[in-house]
């Protein structure tokens, strides 16, 4: 099944299938596994989660649909559909600044999925064969973490995997891999969630997860939730309107939304349905920030029957979600490069992912190897922690406004309907999403942005 309308250099996914499933997967990722726990975590459980599910819904979903129908009206990249869409202005700029973010989340999320690699091993190789206290976890993650050549050489390795992928292309190597991968992730998540509720202590933690406390939910709550739901949709720098550049014009794009962001909330609360039982079991704090996957889970498979197995597969399965993942994230500045600078892909690749590798040296070098970088001065955080609050949540935040005003006011709502509006759409289904990207969306943005600027509250 190749689409009628494939133009020669440009690639196109093989099936309506193969294209949920790269764009499930690009969505589906470290995100939802490691990030989502954690600032859960942080932000207080389930409070924030019910805060988090309104924004995936609500504001999410429209942004993902008016992002996947200006690549498919287009067929460009993201600064290409501006360009083609709004000729002659500076809203090719919303486009660059994606391009741009893109490269700078790649950088800081090649060095985690470096880690998950890296514990791939750990595994494999005993060091949680036998049972090990919260403590003995979380000092063995401070090692490798500080270790400059493992974090550094993992992140090369991570990313030098994601460029032979891409590098082959759309539907030889992005959908290819995605289509075994992400269901054998999500039987995986399964079995471990059985597992994890069915621990003692388990209560306290389902509690913290499943029990909306208010009383928890600061100012705070509502940026935090807000990028995160942007992050974990793979919103607002553009993968959406480059993955939606190679769908076939049959594909109906409502529903292929509806199944995206369904799944990607399904795995992000499988995931804290593994992560919380564990960690009040083994008495970890909530907000033990990026490290919390890492050094709760390991705790978790050295009390399984069988546990080295399933810690070996589970890190494998993060490390392959992390990859169709990582895919997305360079196939924007390759298909960028590629389509406005007329470079061939393999050259495209090559380039992008090497200038990737450098800016990520330092987020790899961020968590005990260098100390400058391991505690900024002033109120930031680390390295890897800044890069991460920087670019995927507030670059994501203001990419995420610029193409809901984009779309909603100046490609317009008429527009973007003839794009999705196909068969099986009911009537009422478009009025109901231009409220959501001309209203909802940008005010609900900008009202939180706002409130950060004048709180000061800015990590
Ligand atoms: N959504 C992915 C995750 O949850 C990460 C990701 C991939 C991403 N592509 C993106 C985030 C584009 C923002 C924008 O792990």
Same mark, same amino acid.
């Not at 609500?58 to 942004?63: D, K, M, T, Y």
């Given at each position: 099944m190749t689409s009628p309308n494939e133009s020669a250099q440009r690639g196109s996914w093989s099936?309506?299938?193969?294209?949920?499933?790269a764009a499930s997967g690009s969505a589906i990722g470290l995100g939802n596994i490691w990030r989502f726990p954690y600032v859960v975590g942080e932000g207080g459980g389930a409070a924030f989660v019910l805060i988090y599910l309104g924004f995936v819904f %609500?504001?999410?979903?429209?942004?993902m649909l008016g992002e996947l129908a200006l690549g498919r009206h287009t067929q460009r990249n993201p600064v290409g559909a501006f360009k083609a869409t709004a000729p002659g202005t500076l809203w090719k700029l919303v486009g660059l600044t994606g391009v741009v973010t893109g490269v700078a989340i790649l950088s800081f999320y090649g060095v985690i999925a470096g880690w998950t690699v890296g514990y791939f091993f750990k595994t494999v190789t005993g060091s949680f064969s036998q049972a090990i206290t919260a403590s003995e976890s979380q000092e063995i993650f401070g090692g490798f973490v500080a270790n400059p050549a493992a974090s550094v050489g993992l992140l090369f390795l991570f990313l030098g995997v994601t460029a032979v992928i891409v590098w082959r292309g759309v539907s030889g190597g992005i959908e290819r891999v995605?289509?075994? %991968?992400?269901?054998?992730? $999500?039987? $995986? %998540?399964? %079995?471990?969630?059985?597992?994890?509720?069915?621990l003692s202590g388990a209560g306290a933690g389902l509690a913290f997860y499943l029990a909306p406390d208010f009383s928890k939910i600061s100012a705070q709550t509502f940026p935090a939730a807000l990028g995160q739901a942007f992050f974990s949709l793979s919103l607002g720098m553009g993968a959406m309107i480059t993955y939606g550049s190679y769908v076939s014009k049959k594909v109906n794009l409502v529903s292929a939304v509806g199944i995206i962001c369904f799944l990607d909330t399904a795995i992000a609360l499988l995931a804290g349905l593994i992560i919380f039982p564990a960690l009040f079991h083994v008495g970890l704090s909530p907000s033990s920030g990026v490290g919390l996957v890492f050094q709760v889970l390991p705790t978790l498979f050295a009390e399984l029957p069988a546990g080295q197995l399933f810690g070996a597969a589970f890190f494998l399965l993060l490390a392959i979600a992390a990859l169709t993942s990582t895919i997305s994230l360079l196939e924007v500045p390759v298909s960028y490069v590629i389509d406005e600078w007329g470079w061939s892909r393999g050259k495209a690749v090559v380039a992008t992912a090497t200038v990737t590798f450098l800016i990520g040296v330092p987020s790899a070098l961020a968590s005990g190897a260098v100390s400058f970088l391991s505690d900024l001065p002033g109120a930031a955080p680390d390295f890897l922690s800044l890069m991460s609050i920087i670019f995927g949540n507030y670059s994501l935040t203001i990419g995420s406004l610029g193409l809901a005003i984009f779309v909603g006011y100046r490609w317009g709502v008429e527009a973007a309907a003839a794009e999705f509006q196909s068969e099986g759409v009911p009537a009422v289904f478009k009025p109901i999403w231009a409220f959501l990207i001309r209203f909802l969306a940008p005010v609900g943005i900008v009202g939180i942005l706002v409130y950060i600027i004048a709180t000061q509250n800015y990590f």
């Open positions: 099936s309506r299938t193969g294209f949920i499933l %609500l504001i999410g979903a429209a942004v995605s289509k075994v %991968l992400m269901p054998a992730l $999500l039987a $995986l %998540l399964v %079995l471990l969630a059985i597992r994890s509720v069915t």
